[in-house]
């Protein structure tokens, strides 16, 4: 339950308007950290909503694939340019972003991950690595703006932090194919 409340106080503290208008005028804030919290909040929260709405999640998300689809079309959704300049110039989108992506990809992200399995895992980040990819090389390479309330700088900046990103997770998916990972997630059985 202490989970819920951490991820509730972010998510509020999030959109306190000093907050909200200080992480929206850096485009790199904007998007790496302010929506990045925002998912984080609903994973917080997720396990309250598993509690109260268990039926719910057994009933549509048994394999965790729906989830996992549900949570990826919210992610590429705020990675558009335009969805960006649409949160900080139309309050209903903005609401969405506070809505979409704490409640429809933190938590059912959360709920899918121990439902699938260690491949589709990999799948998952192989995926996530293709977008990033993606949106690293149209904000590093674009000639013009792509969004029209941040400069230039600003859009490249977002566009290397993807492509540390893209980094990261080819260095995590070698971690995960080339290293014995049963010693680190060995069966819960053996330590009861």
């Known amino acids: 339950m202490k989970q819920f409340w951490y991820g509730l106080a ?15 005028s850096v485009m790199a804030f904007h998007m790496h950290m302010q929506m ?22 057994e009933s549509f998300n048994k394999t965790g694939l729906p989830g996992v689809v549900i949570f990826l079309v919210i992610v590429v959704y705020w990675m558009m340019p335009r969805a ?18 704490p409640f429809l990809a933190g938590v059912p992200l959360r709920d899918s991950w121990k439902k699938i399995s260690k491949t589709f895992e990999v799948v998952l980040f192989l995926v996530l690595m293709v977008i990033f990819a993606v949106m690293a090389y149209l904000y590093i390479f674009a000639e013009s703006t792509l969004c029209n309330n941040y400069l230039m700088i600003d859009q490249q900046t977002v566009g290397w932090g993807f492509a540390f990103f893209t980094l990261c997770i080819i260095m995590y998916i070698l971690l995960v194919l080339f290293t014995d990972q049963s010693q680190y997630f060995g069966d819960d059985s053996e330590t009861s």
Do not use: C, N, T
Request: hydrophobic share 65%.
């Open 36 to 57: 990045m919290l925002l998912f984080v909040s609903g994973l917080l929260m997720a396990p309250f909503f598993q509690k109260r709405f268990g039926h719910i999640f």
């Open 10 to 24: 972010l998510l509020v503290f999030l959109a306190l308007p000093p907050v909200r208008e200080l992480l929206e």
């Open 84 to 101: 960006m300049d649409e949160a900080l110039e139309i309050w209903y989108v903005e609401l969405w972003k506070f809505i979409s992506l």
